[in-house]
């Protein structure tokens, strides 16, 4: 694989050491690219010590906090980045906000609290990305959104959820073909059900056969595909949503 070799990486999500967004940070770094990532109410012992455990690659880290539900703060997250690492060349939009609903408890905050996070800041943070590509003269750069498998089956009493992450979809679909001529590609990633932490042994149990590859989805899984998909080896892709489940069973 041709490596994008000290390139700036932006992962967004990055708020404990055994989810999707730790794992990406550390193939991205890995790959020689330097890391941006943001957290939300993380502990403060994590920050510092994944800060520490990146470097170990050879290649900068920094963490910062954000509220992603602030309408500014995509503007203010790539201000950041830029004045700390430069211009990025990478945005991995894995922030994402869930909560329990369904047609009995669904309303306009919970509706709201969603959009906020799921499509209003990473629709700012593609569009913002993608500017300041195009006024950098770098023309080349890489967006990967993050999707739960929307268009694969339905997702009961997440409603909200389910909803803002399916249009994340559609905005990549349509972003890829206008930024193309930048030499920005835009896709998306199903990882499908991920063993991150969150699964209580029940859900596990309730999911581990419907998985025909025979296991549970890692972060790992998913990190080599965006690894990948960052890459020059990814250079003809864009405008995908990329299905990774180990052949996950719905039905």
Known sequence: MII?????????????????????????AADGNSIFFTYWQADSGFVESFQQEIRTSGVECVGAEFDLSEAKVPYQLLDNVQKQLGIPAILVNNAAYSTMDGYQELDAETLDAHYAVNM?????????????????GCFEGRIINMTSGQAEGPMVDELAYGATKAAISGFTLSLSAEIAPLGITVNAVNPGPTDTGWMT????????????????????????LIGFLASDDAAWITGQVINSEGGFLRS
Do not use: N, W, Y
């Open 201 to 224: 042994e029940e859900i596990k149990q309730e999911l581990s056969g419907k998985f025909r590859m025979g296991r549970m989805g890692l972060p790992t899984d998913a990190a080599r």
């Open 4 to 28: 994008l070799q000290r390139k700036v990486a932006i992962v967004t999500g990055v708020s404990h050491t055994d989810g999707i967004g730790a794992a990406v940070c550390r193939k991205l």
């Open 120 to 136: 209003r800041a990473t629709f700012l943070l593609c569009v913002e990305f993608a500017r300041r590509v195009e006024t950098s």
